[in-house]
Structures are given as structure tokens and as C-alpha cells.
């Protein structure tokens, strides 16, 4: 008989259809890759809709082995006590209640935490930090972050923390990434240090001090699991962690 494989449950977004026969009409979805980069690395993926039931979210986190939080839409403000400024995105902030829920449920459990893009930013809102709402309006010059349209193309250098946990999973200093994000991590959260920044100074990836896996990285390595495969580290180490191998290594 084959070894259960672990559950990795991607939390889900909305879209809404602009046209076709159903104008409109909600969809619950998650972008694919996320999906491919969990099966490639030995996980077996299981999309989380959004809800508002916290019964149906504790189901969610009873199920699962690891959570991954997905990108999409801008973090709303108030969740970090400011008005919306005009270069703000879209909001959805019942997903963002959604997700502060299950990172709540989750480490209650003690299960692994990867944040993605949006879903860093949420970490950290969530433990008390904040955002800048466009990246313009940092006082620094902040380099491209927003690439255009191949996923698959890395384009900015990141340097890595020496001794935090993001270094140890992929052994560099200094990486390339893709970019695809408006906002930016502005004060991290007590809780949090910061695992890596852009040659800007832009904060790209922040980790727990002392919860054993809950990280946050706001560059998309999901897109890169076939392209660059130093990113699928990420994804194995979590499920290594969800299969609780991490211990005996």
C-alpha cells in the first residue's frame, strides 16, 4: 500500500465573469500552478473555497497537513488601521478574514504556513504588521515590481538573510525572482524577521521567529516550479514539514 500522501490545502479566491452567458456570475478558484507545484514536490493539493462559516473553516483545517495562501487581491486597509489610498487595488475583505481564520486554526493545530505574494502580505497583516498600499509611495526609488506578463521569466535579485530558516531551504545568497505585486510588506510584524529584500531595499520574504515553518514570500515560486527548479525547495520543505521528516533530518 502507497504512503498517504499529505494534504496541502491553497486557499481559494473569486472571480467574477465579465461576459459569456453568465455576466456576473462568482467562480471559486486558484491558479493552476499552485496546484502542478504541489503534486510535482509530493503533496496532494486540496483547494480551500472561501467562506465565512468558521465551522466549514475548522473542517478545512482539520483535513489538512499545510496551508498554502494564495495571491490575488490587495490587502484592505482597515485590517491595518488606514484609509484607502488612491493607487489601492481591488479588495475582497472577506477573504481576508477568511485567511486571517485559517492561519489562526492552523497554527493552533501546528501545521506549516507558506505565504505567496498576496499571501505574505497577509501574514503579516494578520500578526500586526502593515502594508504600503501602492509602491510608489515609498520614500526610497523602488526598482520594477510589477514585470508584465511571463510568469515564468525571473527579472530582480533578492539576497537572503544568512541563518533564517528561508536560507536554509535554498542555500543562496542571492537568488533572481519573477515579480507581479503593487504593494509591499511596510513594518513587519513583531513576531516576524525579515528573510530577504530587493536590491530596493523592498522587503521579499519574512519568516516566524520561532513557529517552525510560517513564511511569507512575496515573489511567485509556484510559477517558477518548472522553469527554475531551485523553487520547488519551497514547496518540498513544506511538505516535509507536513509529513513531520523534517524532524529526523
Known amino acids: 500500500m502507497e504512503k498517504k500522501l499529505p494534504i496541502i490545502g491553497v486557499s481559494g479566491s473569486v ?47 482539520d483535513t489538512i497537513d499545510a496551508l498554502i495562501l494564495s495571491g490575488g487581491h490587495d490587502v484592505s486597509p482597515q485590517f491595518y488601521d488606514e484609509e484607502p489610498e488612491l493607487a489601492l487595488g481591488d479588495i475582497y475583505p472577506a477573504r481576508d478574514r477568511f485567511e486571517f481564520t485559517l492561519i489562526e486554526l492552523a497554527k493552533k493545530k501546528g501545521i506549516p504556513i507558506l505565504g505567496i505574494c498576496r499571501g505574505a502580505q497577509v501574514i503579516n497583516v494578520c500578526h500586526g504588521g502593515s502594508l504600503w498600499q501602492d509602491l510608489a509611495h515609498r520614500e526610497n526609488t523602488t526598482i520594477k515590481h ?30 533572481r525572482v519573477n515579480s507581479f505585486h503593487h504593494q509591499l510588506i511596510k513594518h513587519p510584524a513583531r513576531e516576524f524577521v525579515i528573510s530577504a529584500t ?29 522553469s527554475e527548479p531551485l523553487m520547488n525547495r519551497l514547496f518540498q520543505q513544506l511538505i516535509d514539514h507536513a509529513r513531520g521528516e523534517e524532524e529526523s533530518k
Do not use: C
Open 15 to 61: 472571480i467574477i465573469d465579465q461576459g459569456g452567458i453568465f455576466p456576473g456570475y462568482r467562480r471559486s478558484y486558484v491558479n493552476e500552478d499552485y496546484i502542478h507545484a504541489v503534486v510535482q514536490n509530493g503533496g496532494a493539493p486540496f483547494i480551500l473555497p472561501v467562506v465565512e462559516d468558521e465551522a466549514v473553516i475548522a473542517n478545512y483545517i
Open 146 to 175: 510589477m514585470q508584465g506578463h511571463n510568469p515564468e521569466l525571473v527579472t530582480h535579485t533578492v539576497t537572503i538573510e544568512e541563518g533564517t530558516i528561508l536560507q536554509g531551504i535554498l542555500q543562496e545568497k542571492t537568488l
Open 198 to 226: 530587493a536590491a530596493d531595499g523592498a522587503i521579499e520574504a519574512i519568516e516566524h521567529a520561532s513557529y517552525p515553518f510560517l513564511l511569507g514570500i512575496q515573489w511567485h515560486p509556484e510559477m517558477l516550479h518548472k
